[in-house]
């Protein structure tokens, strides 16, 4: 059974977010803490721009953005960080590289947005059809006993002050 009050630490945090709302401030409250930040894109710049530490996913896994960044994210570096397990995948992690990645803050595409724009067309509809986002949203559901998922800027204050406390509870990941 799994203890629902043991807090469990944030050593690396990956941040990939289309709606850029609070994550400046969220990433230099993980930086204070010692996180290790991972982040793509845009994230990546406007964290980069503004003095955040942090290390491009492309960096990390040594494989480039492709196809216009359609691909940015699905990688095994990325997947098998967020979805080992811990004390059970730790060798197979360790024979590929693979780091955990204790916390994923993701928000998707806003495609409802997009397609309710006037003169939205077929193409740019699609391009808005978030992948990486979802799976990553996934991952970190499926691994809940050891990562955190955040999808809401809403959730970013709660989330820091719990990790000022020394971690989140499997309680406070599961509700994520």
Known sequence: MTDQTTRLPIRRALISVSDKTGIL????????LGVEILSTGG??????DNGVAAVEVADYTGFAEMMDGRVKTLH??????ILGRRG???????????KPIDLVAVNLYPFEATINKPGCDLPTAIE?????GPTMVRSAA???????????????????ENLKAGGLTYAQRFDL
């Open 76 to 81: 095994p570096k990325i997947h098998g960080g």
């Open 43 to 48: 994230t990546f710049k406007l964290l980069q």
């Open 25 to 32: 401030d969220f990433a230099r409250e993980l930086e204070a």
């Open 128 to 132: 808005n059809i978030d992948i990486g």
């Open 142 to 160: 499926k691994n809940h006993k050891d990562v955190a998922i955040v999808v809401n800027a809403s959730d970013y204050a709660n989330v820091l």
């Open 88 to 98: 059970i995948d730790d060798d197979i992690m360790n024979e590929h590289g693979i």
